[in-house]
């Protein structure tokens, strides 16, 4: 049972008025509607009488308001209650990209342990199409990574981007004049893995070129710098997670002729209720990924756009 959609029964209840409950709750008329035919689907019953000018609860829709409006203030002082950090002591699940883990993922934890220092914490870190797959199956409850879930009742919070840079060892002296794509083909490439979106964007920008390109595809960012820094190939990283290898010139920052796009950081959380906390350590997430960017520069890192930075994206389903 979704606890947004009784509060969405109850209000309409109170207000008797589509448009009024709407305004209340910062959704859509359509979205109200849609809520109320889900309940009255699980139900089996309708819950209101609808006429042009406003609603009245029906005698079953009177005998469910009763319920709903246990439920809804239980989850109010559930929420009140987590809200005194000190005592929270439940379980968030994390999964995380190794791209955020090598840049400001311990800043983050740091922050997330004085926040709520009894809060356990079970962290994942892998690619981001694992990570997906395994936040669909509720493994996860919060997911840091590069690509939104698209999904009812999935909010996604942009967080920052990394630019995208080509980098090379020493070792291989290529030297500092600006290289083509074809100049690049000419190495073996270590690349993402297979099916991420860096890997799609290699391939589809050599596909145009023209040129025979021999990718390796690394599942594992720490293997992909060692592999580079030890000039077994070109690699496109964000110069974020390896900065040490950049001030000790283990790794030089390539000119090419043709821009990488940046990889967006993406905050993926439920909007279900079922842990009312993973909204608030998003947040704490993207306070800290704003920070790194600001300190950093926009070399390292960036602020994604005002709007997509203060607003969770989020769907309910089709009206009925």
Not at 31 to 46: C, H, K, N, P, T
Not at 107 to 112: E, P
Request: charged share 20%.
């Amino acid at each position: 049972m979704n606890i947004r959609f009784l509060e969405t029964f109850v209000w309409l209840a109170r207000l008797r008025n589509f448009r009024l409950t709407a305004e209340r709750l910062h959704t859509t008329q359509a979205a109200v509607s849609s809520r109320i035919a889900s309940l009255e689907q699980d139900f089996g019953v309708r819950l209101f009488d609808r006429s042009a000018r406003e609603v009245a609860l029906t005698a079953d829709g009177s005998k469910a308001l009763v319920y709903a409006e246990r439920m809804v203030k239980l989850m109010r002082e559930m929420k009140e209650d987590m809200s005194d950090r000190e005592v929270y002591a439940g379980v968030i699940r994390i999964g995380v990209i190794e791209s955020i883990v090598h840049s400001w993922f311990p800043d983050f934890l740091g922050r997330l342990h004085k926040a709520f220092p009894r809060l356990q914490i079970e962290i994942a870190s892998d690619t981001t199409i694992h990570l997906h797959e395994q936040f669909s199956k509720g493994n996860l409850d919060l997911v840091l990574q590069a690509e939104p879930v698209i999904g009812p009742l999935v909010s996604n919070i942009a967080l920052c981007e990394f630019p995208m840079r080509w980098v090379c060892s020493p070792k291989l002296d290529i030297g500092s004049e600006t290289l083509s794509l074809s100049d690049l083909a000419a190495f073996p490439v270590v690349s993402f893995a297979r099916n991420s979106g860096p890997h799609a964007v290699i391939e589809r920008m050599f596909s145009s070129s023209g040129s025979d390109l021999h990718i390796n595809c690394i599942a594992s960012v720490a293997t992909m710098i060692r592999l580079a820094t030890d000039g077994f190939g070109i690699a496109a990283v964000p110069p974020a997670i390896i900065q040490r290898e950049l001030n000790e010139e283990t790794l030089h920052l390539l000119r090419v002729d043709t821009e990488f796009p940046a990889l967006a950081m993406i905050a993926c959380f439920r909007s279900d209720h079922e842990n009312p906390l993973t909204e608030t350590v998003a947040r704490i997430a993207q306070e800290t990924a704003s920070d790194f960017a600001l300190n950093w520069g926009h070399e390292i890192a960036r602020l994604p756009s005002p709007l997509a930075a203060g607003k969770a994206v989020s769907g309910d389903p089709a009206p009925a």
